[in-house]
């Protein structure tokens, strides 16, 4: 099954103690319609306020309802910013997480001294000024496998903090700046204190060789702030 959400309203993809989730959300929906406790397991969880475009879950049901209409029913009991793009058919040993080779984030966000809100609903916003060759020419630095400590939320129980950025691309067009992440795997807050700490220095407000530093040290003191949820967007799992 493969998702698009907003991530506005919601405490992030998991079931939450506090908060609606998502996959609560979801799971409720798929029960109501099978008449049956739905249990669905998802590709890994996005944060609060964070978006997807393809995000992929995997589920068990015995039925012989076709797949488009169990689409069509499930959407309409879902809410206006949760909706079921796909479903397909997979083998026994298929896990949405676990089956992952990749996935691809993006982090949309624009350049302006004032808000914009066509932008606002899913875009950071960067006040100028911005050096974005230097944006570019540190970003490269990241990609490749390193121990990403230093760009982990502070706090996290997670110990192996080795992970590979295949790629960073980031294009301009029609306004915006897109930071295009594939990856392996990324940990608790690591794309948007990466981006915050890119935003930092183009703008001058922390030392050039930040990323050098952060990579060698795993200290977190050296990079930019934990920039805003909603610019990210979990864009495709790739299997």
């Not at 060698?216 to 920039?227: A, F, P, S």
Request: glycine share 8%; aromatic share 10%.
């Amino acid at each position: 099954m493969t998702v698009e959400y907003l991530g506005t309203n919601y405490s992030g993809w998991q079931c939450q103690a506090k908060g609606v989730g998502v996959q609560e959300i979801i799971e409720n929906a798929l029960s109501e319609f099978f008449k049956t406790k739905i249990k669905i397991h998802g590709s890994g969880r996005t944060d609060k306020g964070v978006h997807a475009k393809g995000q992929v879950a995997h589920f068990d049901v015995d039925t012989k309802i076709k797949e488009y209409n169990i689409i069509r029913a499930v959407n309409i009991i879902l809410p206006d910013d949760i909706k079921i793009q796909s479903l397909e058919i997979v083998d026994n040993d298929f896990h949405a997480q676990y089956s992952a080779k990749s996935k691809i984030y993006e982090y949309k966000a624009y350049i302006s001294r004032y808000e914009r809100p066509m932008f606002e609903i899913d875009h950071a916003r960067i006040v100028p000024p911005i050096n974005m060759d230097l944006v570019r020419e540190k970003a490269k630095l990241l990609v490749g496998t390193h121990d990403f400590k230093a760009f982990c939320a502070v706090g996290s129980q997670i110990k192996d903090t080795t992970r590979t950025i295949h790629s960073l691309d980031i294009i301009e067009e029609d306004g915006a700046i897109i930071f295009r992440f594939e990856g392996n795997g990324f940990l608790y807050n690591m794309i948007r204190i990466i981006i915050g700490t890119l935003v930092f220095l183009g703008k001058g407000q922390i030392s050039e060789d930040a990323i050098e530093k952060m990579l060698e040290t795993g200290d977190r003191n050296y990079g930019g702030k934990t920039y805003a949820a909603k610019g990210l967007t979990l864009k495709e799992v790739k299997y």
